[in-house]
């Protein structure tokens, strides 16, 4: 696989993360318990809609719907849940979203099922996701989510780990 083919790939990746948890809202109630729950049934329906094959877990969905609750005020999660932002998420939201993937270990394992529906090996995808680390990753995940360009000392940070990560795991075509 070439350079170009593991950008597309992280990029396909990328947008199937943000579409897939921006898309994940719409429902709601009162309480905070109501309110993770009812987000955490909307995330599940939705991501078994969407998945393709991922493989989060339902304490995986449950913890990122408790940190999309405690992160976002009530009005934004009322507007989430009622499903009226789902392409245009409220400012802000996004940044949420990313720390509670971050928090509830989603990114990585959300990468290689993504990489591996669209045609990368398991080894290929478990040695692509895991070779960046969390500050990289949290960079091109908040600027796909945001539609942001990151900042240029970001943007060589990560063509350098893309390069880096494609050379230590031996993606040639």
Known sequence: MTHLGMS???AIALACLSALFV???GGGTDSSDDLVDALAAVIQEEYEEDSGGLTLTDGQIRCMAGEMVAGLDDDVTDELLAGNTLDDPPPGAELVLVDAMFTCDTVTQIMIDEMVAEGATQEEAECFANGFDEDILKAMLTSEMTGEDPSPEDEEAMTAALFEV???CGITD
């Open 8 to 10: 597309k790939r992280l």
């Open 23 to 25: 898309s994940a809202c």
């Open 166 to 168: 494609v050379t230590t």
